[in-house]
């Protein structure tokens, strides 16, 4: 190829606002009529049914949606069903036994592969061994587990005995898994020895059993899988066990999966909020399986035959419901990859996707800003030309990089779907149907069918084309919360309280987006509202982040907002107050980092620590966040009459400027 044209196709593409879904790829899409917009809003709720209709039932529901106990809805009422049953044994009865289910990559290289029957046989033995170690219906058990085909298999496991799982996210710290252990009285854990990054073996045990001893209650068991070959150094106590041994004593056993009840929980997981305290989102079988396996037939086109990549970690929400749930419900092969993306070289997830003839990718926008980062160069030895439709969630990704996306990985044959949905969401909820609507880059798209996403004023009108204001979803779907675990009433705080009328009988989410739509009912989503960042796609609380760092000897406050970041979006920016007589030094800056680094996990460390003797204050004594924010990214300050102590600002940008 010559420089020419690639300049003009540039031109072009920097041109374009709206891109048609390609030919090729409408022509073979599962979803492709127009109509199902209007059939949803005619028929709604009973159009769900075709979510719940891609499952199969112990028990036919009686009901769609009980709206009764609204905002407490309740989806297929009466419905029995069995999670594990679904994912696995169906497709293995149905004569794909031998297709596989799970391709795994581990970061050194190694591969594994589980077809449907392999996947049988270790979720049966695995929830067998669970079974004998005492787990009941309605345990929750605990995965502090990275992205090893054990994760996956623990969770079908637990599906199958009815015990909800609650994955912990490998990255996140000791103190992160003991909060939500203890939150969930969860009273076994599976976990590992260790795993790779960027080809150094991490020591996981160790942190879970830091974890463990900030429990408060008894642990009952704790299963390890021996992912890095270290056997039998990693034992503390009788009740450790090895994953494999266990696995072996039950070798070749069967386990009749339990029939669940639709509303009965599938998984508890954690999330950051505006408290220092993680919410336990509770996710549902009926609900909550029907709406991930039809997001991922209508939004991901996946069929049985492809070959999906979501490279997210199972440890949050996306590879709940779109590496595990929706994949598998849909029997299709799931890929899984251990490691970083630039490990050993930068070309590394394309290599994955030539030698896997990867059909279709899901990925996030900072992964995507890295690539363009990095460089074309590393995609252009590669063929890619397996792919039929990319995907995108976490965070607002700008045109650029969609285009960019479009472009260089999908070779402009491929629609790109922009997917804006939540932890709480379950699934998808505002994005295109990539065989039905044009694509618009920087805006996700309209509802989904069903999905009554509106973009509404304080007095809950809706904004007018161009203007912002707050994304808010005004009628209940099948993949949604149903509460926060154990606290019905922050449930209903967090998000019905600010917009919905109980009185009357209205109930409005809110999932603290701010947002704005066009003319053609494009929701383009702006970011948090709430004191949320969104670092790299994760959700970070900043008082999370906050307590933390007051937890420094030294600091006697500290406020945590987000500045912007060429890569991951928003980085976390700190500016502190030292205690009288301590210094602002590289020393405290260290204990500063440290700190949040074991109260939360890597992700969460700050990118610029600002120690100054004040934080701008209102005269009520609010820290001015708006403000911390624009001095992080340079920008124009905004009004500073209302403050308390006006001539910190100076104060605070000069130091900033000064490091
Ligand atoms: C928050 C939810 C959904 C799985 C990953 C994150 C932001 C998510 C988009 C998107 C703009 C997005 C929102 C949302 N977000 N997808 N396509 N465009 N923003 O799940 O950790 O629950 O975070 O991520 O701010 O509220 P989560």
């Known amino acids: 190829m010559t420089d020419e044209p690639d300049v003009e196709l540039e031109a072009r593409l920097e041109e374009q606002d709206s891109f048609e879904p390609p030919e090729e790829f409408v022509e073979q899409a599962n979803v492709t009529d127009p109509g199902i917009y209007e059939e949803f809003e005619e028929n709604w709720p009973d159009a769900w049914e075709q979510a719940a209709d891609l499952l199969d039932w112990d028990d036919e529901w009686d009901e769609v949606l009980v709206e009764e106990d609204a905002p407490f809805y309740e989806w297929f009422v009466g419905g029995e069903l ?12 149905n004569g794909r036994k031998n297709q596989a289910a799970i391709r795994w990559e581990g970061e050194l290289g190694e591969t594994r592969t589980y077809t449907y029957q392999d996947l049988y046989r270790e979720v ?3 929830a067998a061994a669970l079974r004998d170690l005492g787990v ?5 058990v605990t995965l502090y587990m ?16 009815g015990a909800p799982h609650s994955v912990v996210f490998a990255g996140f710290s000791a103190d992160a898994l003991a909060t939500r252990m203890n939150s969930a009285d969860s009273e076994y854990l599976v976990t590992c020895d260790g795993y790779y990054r960027r080809g150094d073996a991490l020591n996981h045990k160790e942190k879970a059993d830091e974890g463990l001893r900030g429990v408060e209650h008894e642990v009952e068991d704790i299963v390890v899988v021996d992912r890095l ?16 041994e266990l696995v072996d004593d039950h070798d070749g056993e069967r386990v009749e999966p339990v029939s669940r009840d639709a509303e009965d929980m599938l998984f508890l997981m954690y999330t950051s909020g505006t408290t220092g305290q993680p919410k336990g989102v509770k996710h549902t079988t009926g609900g909550y399986l029907s709406y991930a396996a039809w997001t991922s037939h209508a939004v991901l086109d996946i069929e049985p035959e492809d070959t999906y990549w979501c490279s997210a970690d199972i440890g949050w929400i996306t590879g709940h419901s779109y590496i595990v749930y929706g994949p598998l419900a849909l029997g299709t092969t799931t890929m899984m990859y251990e490691g970083t993306p630039d490990y050993p070289e930068k070309d590394r997830l394309w290599e994955i996707v030539e030698k896997n003839a990867v059909d279709i990718f899901y990925t996030a926008p900072t992964a995507i800003r890295s690539f363009m980062k990095w460089g074309k160069e590393h995609l252009e030895g590669r063929d890619l030309s397996s792919l039929r439709l990319l995907g995108t969630v976490g965070e607002p990704i700008n045109p650029r990089a969609w285009k960019w996306y479009y472009k260089h990985v999908g070779d402009e044959s491929c629609p790109v779907v922009d997917t804006w949905w939540q932890t709480e969401t379950g699934g998808m909820m505002v994005t295109t149907l990539p065989g039905v609507n044009e694509m618009k880059p920087g805006s996700a798209g309209p509802g989904l069918p069903g999905v009554d996403a509106k973009v509404i004023h304080p007095d809950k009108e809706e904004v007018e084309p161009g203007q912002a204001g707050h994304l808010t979803v005004q009628k209940p779907w099948p993949g949604m919360l149903r509460t926060l675990y154990q606290n019905d009433e922050r449930f209903v705080q967090e998000y019905w309280e600010e917009y919905s009328d109980p009185d009357s009988d209205e109930w409005i989410y809110f999932p603290e987006d701010g947002a704005k739509v066009d003319e053609d009912d494009y929701i383009t989503v702006l970011g948090r509202v709430d004191d949320v960042l969104n670092v790299s796609g994760h959700r970070l609380g900043t008082m999370e982040i906050e ?3 007051v937890g420094v000897p030294g ?7 987000g500045g912007d970041h060429e890569v991951k979006g928003e980085a976390v920016y700190v500016y502190a107050i030292t205690e009288e007589g301590t210094d602002g030094d590289e020393d405290l800056r260290e204990r500063v980092v440290d700190n949040v680094e074991d109260a939360i996990g890597p992700i969460a460390r700050p990118e610029e620590i600002v120690f100054t003797p004040e934080l701008p204050k209102t005269r009520s004594g609010k820290i001015m966040r708006r403000l911390l924010e624009d001095i992080a990214n340079g920008d124009e300050l905004g009004n500073t009459s209302t403050l308390r102590n006006p001539d910190i600002v100076d104060d605070i940008q000069q130091r900033v400027s000064d490091d």
Do not use: Q, W
Request: charged share 25%; with cysteine; aromatic share 8%.
């Open 229 to 244: 070959g270290d056997k039998l150094t990693h034992f503390l106590g009788a009740n450790y066990h090895d994953y494999d």
């Open 146 to 161: 990275p992205m090893i085909p054990e994760l996956p298999i623990a969770m079908l496991a637990c599906a199958r005995i």
């Open 555 to 561: 600091v006697a406050e500290a406020a945590v907002v």
């Open 136 to 140: 009941e219906e309605d345990d929750v």
């Open 547 to 549: 307590s933390a760092i």
């Open 82 to 93: 069995n999670a594990a049953y679904n994912c696995v044994d169906r497709h293995v009865e």
């Open 124 to 126: 049966n033995e695995f």
